[in-house]
Each structure stands twice: as C-alpha cells, then as structure tokens.
C-alpha cells in the first residue's frame, strides 16, 4: 500500500485445470503476493485475472471461497477447540463424516500424533484445559494440513506448507497431496526441490 514500486509486470501466466504447478523464486519475489491476487485478497492494478474465463473480481465471494481451499505459512490455530474440530474447521457447513476426518489426519501425517494425545482426536489443543495439550509449530502444521484435505477444494493453494515440519513427513505428506489432488488444480510455493520437482510445470518467479 502506498507504494510506487509494481510487484508485476508485463506478467502472463496459464494454469490448466487439473495442473500441478509450483512456483520457486527468492524471498521477496512475489510468489505469495501472486497468491493473494489469485484469491482476491489483493485486487490487480492493471490486467486481470481470469478462473475459468471469469474474471476473479466478477465471481460471488462465496463461490470463489468455497472452491478454493489456500494454506498460507500463517495458518489459523485453534487452541480453545479440540484436534477434531480443528479439523472440521476446513468444511465446517458439511455434515461431519467421521471417516473423512480420520484420512484427512492420516494423509497430513498427523494420525499416530493425535492418537498420542490423552484424549486423541477429544484432546483440547491447549494446556490451559484440564487435560489439554499444546502442540509445537510443526505439529499444528499438520493439523492445518489436515484441515486443508477435509476441505477437498478444487483449487488448492499451498505456500510453504511444511517448513516448520521434519523431512520425512513433508516427503510423505506431498506424495498424499500429488495422490490425493488428482484431476484438480495444486499451486504449490517451496522453496525446497523436493517438494516441487514432482509437479508437472515449475514457474521460477
């Protein structure tokens, strides 16, 4: 805000549907900022950006919202709400399907974390509660990633998703996101080789 410096220019990009794109680039380059603008956080100066054809300021905020599921590097926590509603936190107007719960959490890599908790998925995740248990950065990491499956969009956004987690889980955990995305459309920003170089297209930023 306020300032005279353009973070894009003269910028053309297509994202298929369906596509597995990642975008790397240095800090500072833009790559959540792109994010942003895609989902209408940030509105463009100039040009515009379509979905489907459909410019993006031109589709009800509801509908862009509800088929769009974006993971930022500061993802909400719930504290006062158990690791269950925390999950249920993703879709929370759906009928609760207690089956999609368990495989969101295993597919975040967070299901024998939350089997360890005293209350497993009843645990409150705060030590403020009787019973309750706070949980370390990478940990809630999992639970929003959890989340962001039990949301299911077809347009999933992720921004540095697992950088508070160890090197096997994200592995696992991005091998469940090529899987458990197919046939939608995955924006992923890392800046870790690993993560990105099983996507069909690589956009240096």
Known sequence: PGSEKFIYENLNLKINS???VAIVGH??????TLVKLISRFYQVNEGEILVNGINVNDIKIDSLYKNLGVMFQDFNTYSQLTAKENIIMGNPSVEIDEERIIDSAKNADALSMIEDLPNKFETVLSEKFKGGVRLSTGQWQKLAIARFFYKNAPLAIFDEPTAAIDAVSEYNIFNKIYEFFTGKTVIIISHRFSTVRNADRIIVV
């Open 27 to 32: 800090n500072g380059a833009g790559k959540t």
């Open 18 to 20: 369906g596509e597995k």
